[in-house]
């Protein structure tokens, strides 16, 4: 055990890299093993800088061109009341999703994440605030779990009876 433990290790050195060793790549510093007064001279002539030519100067401005708009685009469409708006998602956010559609006369949307296809709507977030605090979702049914022995009983009680009433209605 302690021989294969030391050969894997052994075969596995070679490959790691340990930051002593530096780090590879680009990264790894260069460093000259020649002496300084052993490398060759630069042999190619350095350039002279050359002064860049100036820009030409802009065109002077046609009046009648459209001028841009202070207002950005984005800034130009809000939702009117959005803070309201939002702490009324905060307060429903269990059992609505909050929207707003522009352009309609009840802007303010809230669709039933319980119940599929309830959406109310409203003009403002005060009278949707109080549809959704007053509108009380249908009580959920749960199935519970049956015994099957109690399930066999009642059945085989229900047949006796039925049996019975049978031979009652018979004789009479």
């Not at 459209?66 to 469409?77: K, Q």
């Not at 809230?110 to 959406?119: F, K, Y």
């Not at 015994?147 to 009983?153: L, S, V």
Request: aromatic share 6%.
């Amino acid at each position: 055990m302690r021989l294969s433990l030391l050969l894997s290790f052994l075969a596995w050195l070679p490959v790691c890299r340990f930051p002593a060793w530096g780090p590879s790549g680009r990264h790894r510093a260069t460093r000259d093993t020649a002496p300084a007064s052993a490398q060759a001279p630069r042999s190619a002539p350095v350039p002279e800088p050359v002064e860049p030519e100036p820009d030409p100067a802009p065109a002077p401005a046609v009046r009648g061109e459209a001028e841009p708009s202070p207002i950005r685009p984005y800034t130009r469409w809000q939702i009117p009341d959005y803070s309201a708006l939002c702490d009324l998602t905060l307060r429903h956010k269990n059992r609505w999703s909050l929207s707003y559609k522009d352009g309609q006369d009840a802007c303010y949307v809230a669709t039933s994440l319980v119940e599929d296809g309830v959406v109310v709507a409203a003009s403002s977030t005060d009278l949707l605030d109080a549809a959704l605090t007053e509108f009380t979702p249908s009580p959920r049914v749960r199935a519970y779990a049956v015994d099957p022995r109690a399930a066999t009983m009642a059945r085989e009680s229900e047949q006796r009876l039925l049996a019975r009433m049978i031979r009652e209605a018979a004789a009479a």
